[in-house]
């Protein structure tokens, strides 16, 4: 059908009109186009140039800082201490040999020092910073930077460290800290990123490693612009991290001195804690260790002298070690049978030196014996025959259980590294773990604390602290967290009945008090500071019945690996209980005589707060205290306030 001529130049109209619409749209876009072009090549180059070699931006994680750590009192027990250092980059400093030769003009660098930063650059990437040198003086910092332009690629720097103000008087409680090690990252399912960052530290023992949750903190981060090899162009911007909590822990720093000072020179434990609010005030354990060797790398000479040492300075002996309690364990099958109704406080046990069951005797440690013996003149004179007659009437279930009820055999929860759980033995244990039956020789050992029964210092405070006060106390070492409280007390009764705790508390206030008790001579002559206590003797070997006919061999004539543990626990003041300490004195000998004098001094300072006055002794001893004090090795401490007290 043929159009007219009308309608043909109608359509040509609108088509020029809509080619005019399409062409002014595209060469308003090409105008637009070409305008960003210019803004992003001309004034923008600048800002781009470095993508355009392809830059990108990356985040780099911020460590933030530690938490502290401190004593009752705020006093710092772990501190963050600048740390000043040297660092290197390698792209940057040219010759390197050169470089550090010139260093090493200016600053200290053994041998040794420059050999590992050799190393470490040559397998570093050469534009990331190798530490050439640490924990240095101001004045090593000042002379580097004054000589800068002769050192290309080398600049002072300032981190935090870790500082361990009081060394060894905390260093089984705290701990230390250390980088993270692949074995580290390996027991983490899904680890923090802040463990990637390069010789970040953390816990490694002690409070360190328990509280580390805590203690490590937040990241920050930073965004940095870096090109396609990873060099680093320049800082964007950054948001610092957020610090650790602060830790208040329930330790005095003076007592907690006193304490390593008294113990110093034998391989043995302490622990000193408040019976009302279960408050641990001091855990002491010798020999100790400086913590501040691993924090900033020990050396393989030192670790071995650690590790080599056969008191084990390493070993926490305080929460770590367990030991036969001896007769410190009397006060258990005391309360069982009591408790039991299978012997009453007024009824008599005979002692001839010996009891004989299945054709075994076992002895008292008086060859002699006692003759007639009450409970309270069993544990003022410590006889052992009494304890193998009411336990085999009493039994090893209902003594385990009483133990368990005092605090033994259970593995208490605090922060510190290893603390053991000991053992309070049943029948069902010995078969399971020993695949024997129980014999009846295996109750009358326990009943003394020998055999299988195995008690910390840390327990048989808590063992002391319970028999005290008649509650469930339960120890504790956090004080607070970023100031606030943790939780401690009040306390459930234990549900033992006051009639049989009265009766061992009096039995052991005729340990210290009594002249015939086995720590008279360790007594305190303070009126209203008396102390209770019970001596405690765990053999480590077995005697034979050859050596008793012959005569047993003295502790002193033994190889000191051979000897007796000593042992000591008690509470004071007797008629107000404020206090227990336990003191274990490994291959000691006596409890009386190598244990129960070093809980007298460790009560004494808990008491008065300070080093006790020489009124607190029995007049005979007064000038060997004198010169114990003398000869202790004490920290000037300084408080909060600045002001300085003698611990």
């Known amino acids: 059908m043929r159009r007219s001529h009308k309608e043909t130049k109608e359509s040509a109209s609108r088509i020029t009109r809509r080619g005019l619409i399409v062409g002014g749209a595209q060469a308003a876009f090409l105008g637009v186009l070409a305008m960003r072009m210019r803004q992003l090549q001309v004034e923008e180059a600048d800002q781009y140039r470095l993508l355009a070699e392809e830059n990108r931006i990356n985040m780099r994680l911020l460590p933030p800082a530690r938490g502290l750590i401190f004593d009752r009192h ?54 990331v910073p190798v530490t050439i040198a640490d924990r240095l003086p101001w004045e090593d910092i000042a002379r580097v930077a004054v000589n800068a332009p002769a050192l290309p690629g080398v600049t002072p720097d300032v981190g935090l460290s870790r500082n361990y103000p009081m060394k060894e008087d905390f260093a089984h409680i705290i701990g230390y800290v250390g980088p993270v090690s692949d074995y580290d990252l390996s027991k983490l399912e899904d680890p923090d990123p802040l463990l990637q960052i390069p010789k970040f530290q953390i816990g490694k023992s002690g409070a360190e490693n328990r509280l580390e ?40 720093a003076g007592l907690q001195n006193f304490v390593q000072a008294r113990l110093r020179g034998e391989s043995a434990s302490s622990v000193v804690m408040d019976v009302r609010s279960g408050d641990l005030v001091a855990i002491g354990s010798t020999p100790s260790f400086d913590p501040n060797l ?97 336990a085999e009437r009493v039994g090893i279930e209902k003594m385990s259980e009483m133990a368990r009820r005092l605090g033994l055999g259970e593995r208490h929860d605090i922060p510190m ?12 244990w010995k078969r399971e773990q020993r695949g024997a039956e129980w014999v009846v020789g295996d109750t ?84 209203g500071m008396e102390i209770a206590g019970k001596t405690g003797t765990s053999q480590v070997r077995n005697i034979s019945k050859a050596e008793r ?86 920290r ?8 300085k007290v003698r611990a």
Request: net charge positive; glycine share 10%.
């Open 294 to 390: 691993f924090v900033r790398g020990i050396s393989v000479a030192d670790y071995r002298t650690l590790t080599e040492n056969k008191y084990r300075p390493l070993a926490n002996k305080s929460v770590q070690g367990t030991y036969p309690p001896g007769s410190t364990y009397k006060m258990v099958t005391a309360l069982a049978a009591l408790e039991a109704g299978v012997v009453g406080v007024e009824d008599r046990v005979y002692c001839k030196g010996w009891i004989e069951k299945g054709g075994r005797r076992f002895h008292c440690w008086k060859r002699s014996g006692h003759g007639q013996v009450k409970l309270k003149e069993s544990l003022m004179r410590s006889c052992d025959v009494y304890y193998y007659d009411v």
């Open 74 to 127: 705020g006093i710092a027990l772990a501190e963050n201490a600048q740390n000043y250092r040297i660092v290197i980059v390698r792209e940057d400093a040219g010759d390197v040999d050169a470089t550090l030769a010139r260093l090493s003009r200016l600053i200290s660098l053994s041998p040794e020092d420059l050999e590992k930063a050799e190393k470490e650059l040559k397998r570093r990437s050469s534009f």
């Open 213 to 252: 949750h805590l203690m490590r903190g937040k990241a920050g981060f930073k965004r940095i612009e870096v090109n396609a090899v990873g060099r680093v162009m320049r800082e964007l911007d950054r948001k610092e991290g957020e610090s650790g909590a602060n830790i208040q822990l329930t330790i005095d």
């Open 417 to 428: 590294s290893a603390v053991n759980g000991g053992l309070a033995p049943t029948k069902a």
């Open 549 to 634: 006919a012959r005569g047993v061999f003295r502790n002193e004539d033994l190889p000191w690996e051979r000897r007796d543990h000593a042992l000591f626990v008690a509470f004071a003041p007797a008629d107000n209980p404020r206090y227990a300490v336990s003191v274990v004195v490994e291959h000691g000998g006596g409890g009386s005589t190598a244990a129960a004098p070093i809980a007298r001094d460790i009560m004494l300072r808990a008491l008065y707060g300070e080093l006790p006055p020489l009124e607190a002794y029995p007049s005979d001893q007064r000038a060997a205290a004198q010169e114990m004090m003398d000869k202790l090795e004490l």
């Open 636 to 643: 000037e401490i300084a408080l909060p306030d600045d002001g």
């Open 444 to 527: 009358l050992n326990s009943a003394i604390g020998q055999g299988f029964v195995l008690a910390s210092p840390l327990q048989l405070a808590v063992m002391t602290s319970r028999i005290a006060t008649g509650l469930e106390v339960q120890p504790r070492l956090v004080k607070s967290v970023n100031g606030k409280e943790e939780p401690g007390g009040p306390w459930p009764e234990l549900g033992i009945s006051e009639r049989s705790l009265k009766a061992v508390r009096n039995g052991m206030f005729a340990v210290s008090n009594n002249t015939r008790g086995t720590a008279y001579r360790t007594r305190i002559a303070a009126d």
